[in-house]
């Protein structure tokens, strides 16, 4: 997949994007040779697309990555979470727990409205049946935040 995504930025001459492989926890600005640019390197905008619900360790990833970002970024989380109906806690259970460890009860919405601020979030943006599963609801939500220096 990486390898694609490589392919393609070259075939459309995107000069301006890394493509790195490696644990998020232990990402520095350093990893980003962006055209040697490490020292003045900007980076206005860090976006997790549905990649917090499977991290076990969500939190690190989100104080790492945000230490990245510069002045004035933002970071945007998208992704889903289940209401904790019963169905629900089983198919988390059975699924989640013993097949893939990721927790879709967590809101990964505090961390940004914790540590960010101009804080916005949407929830329910897709309808309720493009992710109604037989066994488990899931609500999709944006949240944003942008870094300041308080």
């Known amino acids: 997949m990486l390898d694609e995504a490589i392919e393609i930025a070259k075939d459309k001459k995107i000069d301006n994007a890394s493509f790195i492989l490696k644990s998020v926890t232990e990402l520095t600005k350093e990893d980003l040779d962006l055209k040697n640019q490490k020292e003045n390197l900007n980076i206005s905008m860090i976006v997790c697309y549905y990649g917090f619900s499977a991290l076990r360790n969500h939190e690190e990833s989100f104080n790492n990555t945000v230490s990245l970002l510069s002045e004035g970024g933002s970071y945007v989380i998208a992704d889903q979470y289940r209401e904790r109906t019963a169905m629900n806690r ?6 989640e727990n013993v097949l893939v460890a990721a927790n879709c009860f967590l809101k990964y919405s505090d961390y940004i409205k914790d540590n960010l601020v101009d804080f916005e979030i949407k929830e329910k943006t897709v309808s309720d049946n493009v992710t109604r599963l037989p ?14 220096t308080v």
């Open 135 to 148: 066994t488990a609801t899931m609500v999709p939500y944006i949240v944003r935040g942008v870094k300041r």
């Open 90 to 95: 089983i198919s988390h259970f059975l699924l």
